[in-house]
C-alpha cells in the first residue's frame, strides 16, 4: 500500500517508537504522540548521547557482514513505520539493534520497538530469527528471539496505539513508581490526572481563627 493509498484508506500510521512508549504509558504515548509534548530530562540526554554514533547513517561491510546504521524501515501492510538504530545483514538474514541506555529488562517495553524493527524486515523479505537490545549501561548485547508471539504482541500495540491517536480525551494517569523516572511527569501530572478523586483545598475560602495553625 503506497502512501497515498493509506492516506486515503484512513489508517493512521504508527511509529515504531510508539509501540515501547505504549508498553509503558498510555498517557505518555498520547502526550508525545498526540499533544507533541516532550521534556528532556538526565535519562534522555543520556540516552541522546548514547545514540550519537548510531543516528549517523553508514555502512560497513566486513567479511560477509553488512551493518548499516539508522536504516529507515516500514509496514505497508501494517502501518509502521521508523529507524532502526543498527542492522546487521547476511546472506537473507537481518538482525536489528537496538540501543537503549538503561540496563536490560527481560520482556520489556523495548523488546516491542526491536520487534517492530523485525516485522519490517520480514515484509521486506528477510530471515529475523533475533535481534538483540544493546545497554549502555552494561555494555553488552542482550539477545531477543524474534518469536510469533512478540510479532502478534507488536501488531496488538500497533493497534493501541491507532486508538489513542484517534482517541477524543488523554487516558488517565498510571500515578506509580515508573512516573518518578519519565520526563513528562511535570507534563502530565500523574498525581491529579490518574482518574481518582483528589481534594484541593481552597484557599481563597475564609477559614475560622486558628484554621491554619498546627
Known amino acids: 500500500m503506497t502512501e497515498d493509498a493509506r492516506a486515503d484508506s484512513g489508517v493512521q500510521e504508527v511509529p515504531l517508537s510508539a509501540l515501547e512508549h505504549v508498553a509503558y504509558c498510555k498517557r505518555q504515548t498520547a502526550l508525545i504522540h498526540v499533544e507533541g509534548v516532550w521534556s528532556e530530562n538526565a535519562e534522555t540526554v543520556r540516552g541522546d548521547l548514547s545514540h550519537t554514533a548510531v543516528d549517523l547513517p553508514g555502512i560497513q561491510r566486513r567479511r560477509g ?106 487516558p488517565a494517569a498510571r500515578n506509580d513508581a515508573r512516573c518518578r523516572r519519565c520526563s513528562l511527569r511535570d507534563d502530565c501530572l500523574p498525581e491529579l490526572t490518574d482518574g481518582r478523586r483528589h481534594v484541593v483545598p481552597d484557599l481563597l475560602t475564609p477559614r475560622p481563627l486558628g484554621a491554619w495553625s498546627d
Open 65 to 170: 557482514l553488512t551493518t548499516i546504521r539508522s536504516l529507515p524501515v516500514w509496514s505497508e501492510i501494517h502501518s509502521l513505520r521508523g529507524i532502526c538504530d543498527v542492522v546487521e545483514f547476511e546472506h537473507h538474514t537481518a538482525t536489528p539493534v537496538e540501543y537503549k541506555v538503561g540496563r536490560y529488562q527481560p520482556g520489556g517495553p523495548a523488546e516491542l520497538q526491536l520487534a517492530g524493527q523485525a516485522l519490517c524486515l520480514i515484509e521486506a523479505g528477510f530471515d529475523v530469527p533475533t535481534g538483540y537490545i544493546y545497554s549502555v549501561a552494561e555494555r553488552r548485547r542482550h539477545p531477543v528471539p524474534i518469536t510469533a508471539d512478540l510479532l502478534d504482541a507488536v501488531i496488538n500495540a500497533t493497534a493501541a496505539v491507532r486508538e489513542l491517536l484517534a482517541a477524543a480525551t488523554l
